[in-house]
């Protein structure tokens, strides 16, 4: 079965740094484009970013533009999300997700992509 692996989740106060990596062991995903998306308690499951296969293109929510950046390393297969200036709001389990293969365009939507991580949590204490 297909697995996606999210890490570098943690505990970290406002204002902190965590860069987020999902790799996938035993598949390519590099010509998929790639999404990371959150999920707090007692909310649905969010886009944060997301990125096309090359890299060429990005797409961030609101509430993250200017503080989060998304990258991918197809040599790695990995997807990155750097996370800086956290807010307590940030606060969510992060789950990476990958699109079918040369579809184009980034969606936000959840029923877009095909392939699912377990999930990191973050906590950002104020």
């Known amino acids: 079965q297909v697995r996606l692996v999210e890490s570098g989740g943690g505990l970290v106060q406002a204002g902190g740094s965590l860069r987020l990596s999902c790799a996938a062991p035993?598949?390519?995903?590099?010509?998929?484009?790639m999404g990371w998306f959150r999920q707090a308690p007692g909310k649905e499951r969010e886009f944060v970013a997301g990125i096309t296969w090359s890299g060429e293109s990005t797409d961030y929510a609101d509430s993250v533009k200017g503080r989060f950046t998304i990258s991918r390393d197809n040599a790695k297969n990995t997807v990155y999300l750097q996370m800086n200036s956290l807010k307590p709001d940030d606060t969510a389990v992060y789950y990476c997700?990958?699109?079918?293969?040369?579809?184009?365009?980034?969606?936000?939507?959840?029923?877009?992509?095909?392939?699912w991580g377990q999930g990191t949590q973050v906590t950002v204490s104020s």
């Open positions: 035993g598949r390519t995903f590099r010509w998929s484009t």
């Open positions: 997700a990958a699109g079918a293969a040369f579809k184009t365009g980034i969606s936000t939507m959840t029923s877009e992509y095909e392939y």
